[in-house]
């Protein structure tokens, strides 16, 4: 039982260059999040898909798009990486307990 | 208005003592939730305790416990017999039943527990 896991772990990117960040967790949540976490700050909300087939934008959604493959896999895609997307970056499921499972996060620059 | 706010941005406390973290919240949604998530210096985010907003007992995970004030809009964390592994950043955050799925955050409060 690997819980939520996301690749890759780090990434450098120039400007204007796209990129996928996976998530995939193995406990069936409906529910999946993708966060992103500037330094000093608290996580926000970018994108939410409360079941496989339905994405929503939550608090900072551009700049991004998102896929939910499967129940198993939320993607979050960059189209044209800009410096102020430079963040760690977290997936997220839940349970119906409401504990949210964070995978280990994605550390990204574009430069 | 912000959503979340945590006061504190920084905390000591002695091992084995008690230790408060302040979180209050906005919302005019009769019917919300309330989390605690533990940030280590290694990154990851461990969820602690969840508290719903009808939900008459407080709620206690282990040394974890939710102090939850529904009038004053307060859901302060207090950690019991504080530990050299407690020391990390922790954050409040909530979800509103009208859009379950959006959690607000606070901007955290970084625990440090001396020896």
């Known amino acids: 039982n690997a819980g939520v896991t996301q690749t890759p772990k780090f990434q450098v990117l120039k400007t204007g260059q796209s990129m996928t960040l996976q998530c995939a967790q193995d406990?069936?949540?409906?529910?999946m999040y993708w966060y992103r976490q500037d330094p000093g700050m608290g996580l926000r909300l970018i994108y939410y898909?409360?079941?496989?087939?339905?994405?929503d934008k939550g608090e900072v959604p551009n700049g991004y798009n998102v896929s939910r493959l499967n129940k198993r896999e939320f993607s979050l895609r960059l189209e044209s990486a800009a410096p102020s997307q430079t963040s760690v970056y977290f997936c997220?499921?839940?349970?119906?307990?409401?504990?949210?499972?964070f995978g280990p996060g994605t550390r990204l620059t574009v430069l | 208005a912000q959503k979340i706010t945590q006061t504190q941005p920084g905390m000591f406390v002695q091992e084995k003592e008690a230790v408060t973290l302040d979180c209050t919240y906005d919302?005019?949604?009769?019917?919300?939730?309330l989390f605690w998530y533990k940030q280590p210096s290694s990154g990851e985010m461990i969820f602690l305790i969840y508290?719903?907003?009808?939900?008459?007992q407080n709620a206690t995970e282990g040394r974890y416990s939710l102090n939850f004030q529904k009038a004053r809009k307060s859901a302060n964390l207090v950690i019991s017999a504080s530990q050299l592994g407690d020391s990390a950043m922790y954050f409040c955050?909530?979800?509103?039943?009208?859009?379950?799925?959006?959690?607000?955050f606070g901007s955290g409060t970084k625990l440090n527990v001396k020896p």
């Open positions: 997220a499921s839940i349970s119906r307990e409401n504990e949210q499972f």
């Open positions: 955050a909530m979800r509103e039943a009208y859009n379950f799925n959006k959690f607000y």
């Open positions: 406990m069936n949540h409906n529910s």
């Open positions: 919302t005019s949604d009769p019917s919300y939730g």
């Open positions: 898909s409360a079941s496989e087939g339905t994405t």
């Open positions: 508290q719903g907003s009808y939900d008459q």
